[in-house]
């Protein structure tokens, strides 16, 4: 694993392998970068790969919740990316991880050769909503603060959204479990409070300047996921989107053959495709 500073000093956590054409891995919320390890000998073999720890989560630091909103984290990723000479990179992100890559697509897109998106969000555009997101969140940053991070871990999964997880193979949830428990109860915390969804601006507006391929991947068995997976299809020039049958709000781990596969081939296709141009 390597550490590295940004410009403020905030350190992010990152495994960089391989060479060639970089890509990009984001987790989910209560994930790390290692959570992709099992996916990179098949995902991505000829490639390089860089799965990255976002802050207040894995190894990463834990910086006040203002210094972790998408937007910064953003554009800490395409200051990193290139850094590392990884630029333009394949971005591909999941849930929370693919809000912060659609706002890298958005703010740098010079970092992002195309954008493959998981379960992803826009955001919140109605205000009411908005605002109800941050309540409910608040409850689950309460329940942070009071230190019981098994609690936590063993709540958030009890939420409709991973219902389907149910079917996982026992390995697989109790790796999920691990993952979750893995990271520091303040650091969650300060992710919600800055990154979450009822404080993210909503991008809905902002989609049609996206000019790189992108795949929208989502699970069936996710109807809310689903919809607003095909908002964010519908509001990018020419995106694909694939609803994934028999999958809920995490394709990867509960149809991992048929999420291979979509990722391949659409890497597979962008490969030979030309470095996409962007107008200052």
């Given amino acids: 694993m390597t550490r590295l500073p940004v410009t403020d000093g905030v350190r992010y956590v990152l495994r960089d392998n391989g060479a060639g054409t970089p890509i990009v891995l984001l987790h989910g919320f209560t994930g790390n970068g290692g959570a992709w390890a099992t996916w990179l000998p098949d995902l991505w073999p000829d490639g390089r790969t860089v799965a990255v720890d976002l802050l207040g989560h894995g ?87 009071r230190g019981d991070l098994d609690a936590f ?27 979750r428990a893995a990271n520091r109860p303040e650091g969650l ?24 391929p992108t795949l929208v991947i989502s699970g069936r068995l996710d109807p809310r996921g689903t919809a607003r997976a095909g908002e964010v299809a519908e509001g990018i020039r020419g995106a694909r989107h694939e609803s994934v049958e028999d999958a809920g709000h995490t394709p990867h781990l509960e149809t991992p053959m048929a999420f291979r596969y979509l990722v391949t081939s659409f890497l597979a296709a962008s490969v030979a495709a030309p470095i996409p141009t962007h107008s200052p």
């Fill in 59 to 145: 190894d990463s630091d834990s910086p006040p919740p203002e210094r972790q909103s998408v937007e910064r984290q953003a554009a800490d990723l395409a200051a990193i990316m290139h850094q590392l000479g990884a630029s333009p990179a394949h971005v591909l992100g999941y849930s929370f991880g693919a809000r912060v890559a659609l706002q890298m697509a958005l703010d740098s897109p010079v970092s992002v050769r195309t954008l493959i998106l998981e379960s992803p969000s826009a955001g919140i555009a109605d205000p009411a909503a908005r605002a109800a997101r941050r309540e409910e969140d608040g409850r689950w940053v309460r329940q942070l603060e």
């Fill in 153 to 179: 871990v063993r709540d958030w999964a009890a939420q409709p959204i991973f219902a389907s997880q149910a079917r996982l193979p026992a390995q697989v949830r109790d790796r999920l479990v691990a993952e």
């Fill in 189 to 212: 915390a300060a992710s919600l409070l800055g990154a979450g969804q009822g404080v993210m601006p909503p991008l809905h507006s902002r989609l049609g300047e996206i000019r790189v």
